[in-house]
């Protein structure tokens, strides 16, 4: 046993210790994982609704301004359906000390923690060790290996010349873009005690270390790190020459420990390079995802490989080699990217109660990855994100001729059809198979049985006219793979939320250059309309999942695949299966590295079935009919009904006796793309999780879409692909012009229930009780939620 384990052996054991010191919440008050795998507090499930992005004010000098905005935005947020913040500004704790009431940054932050516990709000810690900053030569004591010492520092020195380049500019390496960090001892020991200073601050506000404060209630180790992809692409060879080195002696010596003898490598490979030997530790760590350079894949201290190998022009593919050498290459890295994160893992535990109850993520994203899901798989919880665009180019169809093999075919038909265009310039989502995916699936198909799935981002991507289904069909598939959050990217409030009273009135955010995620949706009130019901359609748990999801198994031979270290590689040609056998069955996915073989237990929709299949009925209250264009829920508790009303018919009748009709959109005079195709979404449910007839307290919306004024786009430049995004787009002002839509919602139980119309401030415009159960909806008004009580 390592000194490394004996510590995080007694820092564990010693844990419990250190939580008594001080009064804290009971156990009852944390979210922890259930028994069915699912987020809980006090033995009750819980799903969380979560905004990103700016989610408190901060105000230089101004202590008014900033408490005011705050308070301003957590009733936001509960106005908007929210329970639940993704913060990235927890490193803003890392050794922080402050005065409550001096204006500082970390005083507002904190202020605005102990207000979000207050209100029953939780918070996950975003990316706990992204922001850790840099290792310094100082740090070399923090483990003791006098050998190592002097040549580690020499690297470290290296590391901080400005040499790693981001978003064009130079900066130094820091401790989370170190791939060494993975493989060097002092390196992550500096991280996690980084770690530690970031999760253990005091809140003066609330008295509660962050670590130990239940508003906390995922901690996360790494966002986006995505080790693996890059790795096989390299990157590792960009390291210092002293980490480099320490990687490849852990290589030979890995696989010394597995084949014992260099005939028995020699056989399992089907030969050796000249020179290459496990004696002399002189195996090359190749091959990668693309060539191999062998001055960069060795360790140059044994002189006779030095000799035979250095200044060859020769590089290497993975062609050049077996398969069951790509496969222990993948197999290393995995290893010691899966104990790094193991080891982590164990520390934060120790940091406090918070830490220690609440489930701890590894890393977030890459959802078409082997290797990134695996790791998933091995934490208290998954977490994955997927963006789409509201635009595309035309259709073309692939040149398929250069494609490698039949899953490539596959994937380049799959993406062309997934990110194209199908109505002028617009992604109509719902005509096309039902997905949150521009190519390959990242959200749909990595639910875990018995761990809790989280959505860390998600957002479609502005202009985009089709975008008030979205919120829906994302709820449709959060409710058939049973999800457990869903994060918003992305809100980003003015500062002027707390005094001016039409804060919120402000021109919608259009996204410009290339980058896809805008965070348009804090002042968009058609998204926002309609995420608010999706949030208690989802949160109050209407929605069923199907009872017996299909499960798709992966071994050792896919986990191993020299393929897969290309981007959407893994999971072969059954894998293009899991999409949409999820719409239709539900999905569960287990990668099981003892076992050889895949198998899939239960029924699927193949990738050849992907233009028949329709409509897809996962269960008895969801029908997405992408033939027709639309998504429908009939369910006691909630109904919607979100497409082409032109498609469908003149009125929507539900189960319950609901009726939808009468329904006229009205298109204001200079809107940029008037609804022509009768595009709505329209949801409503009980909030008091009663079912609709027997519900004291109703909500519903009624949208179609809207644009700024003078909002103005190329629609053939956009949809030549050939062409810069956004090109010649302007974004507009004010006012938004919205396509109100008037309807009537007729259903005999709603007779003598009050309704009163809220506007996009939340302010009354209207009220009264319905008559002849019949809700009379105008399009006059600018409406943004209905709410109804008996």
Known sequence: MTLKNIQLLIMTALSPMLFSQTELPPDSAYVVVDENGHLSVNGERERYWAVIGKPFIHVNGDIEKSRKGTDALLQRYDDLGFNAVRLWNVNEGKGADYEVGDGSGTDALDYFIAKLGEKGFRVWAAGLGNRVGYVEESDVDIIDDPATAEAWKAAIKEYNEPAFEHKGKFKRRDIRHSY????????????????????????????????????????????????????????????????????????????????????????AWKGLLPSESLLSGSVLLAPMAGKSDPNLSMNDSNPAARDALMGMDQTYTREDFNAERGGDVLSFFLEIQLAHKQRSAAAVKTFGKSCALSPTVYDTGIGYEIHSQYIHQNADAVAHDAYVNGWGPRYEEPDLSTAKNENRKMLMQLDKERISANEGPWMNWL???????????????????????????????????????????????????????????????????????????????????????????????????????????????????????????????????????????????????????????????????????????????????????????????????????????????????????????????????????????????????????????????????????????????????????????????????????????????????????????EAEVLNGMSYQFLDWNMKEIGSGSVTDGKLIIPSDLPITIIKLKR
Do not use: C
């Open 180 to 267: 060494a960090r993975i493989w060097d001892p002092r390196i992550e020991a500096v991280y996690i005690e980084r770690m530690r200073e970031n999760a253990t601050h005091l809140n003066k506000h609330n008295g509660l270390r962050w670590s130990d404060d239940p508003t906390f209630a995922v901690w996360e180790l790494t966002n986006e790190e995505w080790w693996m992809r890059r790795m096989v692409g390299g990157g590792w060879t960009k390291e210092p020459k002293f980490f480099r080195d320490q990687l490849i002696r852990q290589w030979n010596d890995w696989l010394r420990a597995k084949y014992k003898s260099d005939e028995a490598l020699k056989t």
């Open 431 to 745: 005509l096309k198979p039902p997905g949150i995916s521009q190519g390959v699936p990242w959200l749909e198909h990595n639910k875990v049985e018995g761990k809790p799935y989280l959505v860390y981002e998600t957002q479609i991507q502005q202009p985009a006219k089709y975008r008030a289904d979205f919120p829906l069909r994302l709820v449709a598939l959060a409710s058939i793979q049973d999800w457990d959050w869903i994060s918003w990217h992305y809100f980003a409030p003015n500062d002027e939320v707390g005094v001016d009273t039409g804060a919120w009135n402000r021109p919608m955010d259009v996204t410009s250059g290339t980058h896809p995620q805008g965070y348009h949706f804090t002042y968009d009130e058609v998204q926002n309309a309609i995420m608010r019901q999706a949030s208690f359609i989802w949160r109050n748990e209407t929605l069923d999942a199907p009872a017996n999801p299909t499960k798709f198994i992966w071994g050792a031979k896919s986990l191993r695949d020299p393929a897969s270290m290309d981007y959407a590689g893994s999971y072969g040609t059954s894998g293009m299966d899991m999409m949409q056998t999820v719409y239709q069955y539900g999905v569960r996915i287990e990668i099981d590295p003892t076992r050889e073989d895949d198998e899939v237990i239960g029924p699927v929709v193949s990738f050849a079935e992907r233009k028949t299949h329709n409509p897809y009925t996962p269960t008895e209250a969801i029908t997405f009919d992408w033939k027709k264009g639309y998504l429908m829920f009939d369910d006691p508790q909630t109904i919607a009904f979100t497409g082409m009303l032109a498609n469908y018919g003149e009125e929507v009748k539900f189960a319950n006796g609901f009726v939808l009709k009468d329904v006229a959109i009205n298109n204001p005079e200079g809107i940029f793309d008037p609804v022509s195709n009768g595009y709505i979404a329209f949801a409503m449910t009980a909030e008091d999780r009663k079912h609709l007839v027997d519900s004291d307290k109703i909500s519903l919306s009624l949208m179609s879409t809207s644009f700024n004024s003078g909002f103005e786009m190329d629609t053939e430049l956009l949809l030549d692909k050939g062409q810069p995004r956004f090109a010649k787009t302007k974004s507009g002002g004010l006012p938004v012009l919205v396509a109100r839509v008037a309807a009537t919602l």
